[in-house]
């Protein structure tokens, strides 16, 4: 069974830097998809950065492109998500996600909540002003 554990979330001052870290265990298949996703209050569960195996896709809206970058450590089983330039709209809760599956994954699925089935339990991000 698919594990996520993420950490790195913190309190940090507008225009600073953080990197999430998410532990990734019980990957089965070739075919995966691998996502960082916030939730602030009050907002919908959004997606900040996907990647899917099978081509090597990645996902960035335009509210982080060029600040956020997700990678992976395969020797640490670890994916992470570098935060650079912070605003106070980044502010959320943080999950990392996967879907693990014997077919395509399709390019609504792996930019949305519900194309994921495993979650983290969440690491916290606050950016002051």
């Known amino acids: 069974e698919v594990q996520l554990v993420e950490s790195g979330g913190d309190l940090v001052q507008a225009g600073g830097s953080l990197r999430l870290s998410c532990v990734v265990s019980g990957i089965s298949f070739d075919d995966y998809a691998i996502g960082w996703f916030r939730q602030a209050p009050g907002k919908e569960r959004e997606a900040v950065s996907c990647?899917?195996?099978?081509?090597?896709?990645?996902y960035y809206p335009d509210s982080v492109k060029g600040r956020f970058t997700i990678s992976s450590d395969n020797a640490k089983n670890t994916v992470y998500l570098q935060m650079d330039n912070l605003k106070p709209e980044d502010s959320a809760v943080y999950y990392c996600?996967?879907?693990?599956?014997?077919?395509?994954?399709?390019?609504?699925?792996?930019?949305?909540?519900?194309?994921?089935?495993?979650w983290g339990q969440g690491t916290q991000v606050t950016v002051s002003s």
């Open positions: 990647f899917r195996s099978s081509d090597g896709m990645t």
């Open positions: 996600a996967a879907v693990d599956a014997p077919y395509y994954i399709g390019d609504y699925y792996f930019k949305h909540p519900s194309g994921y089935n495993y």
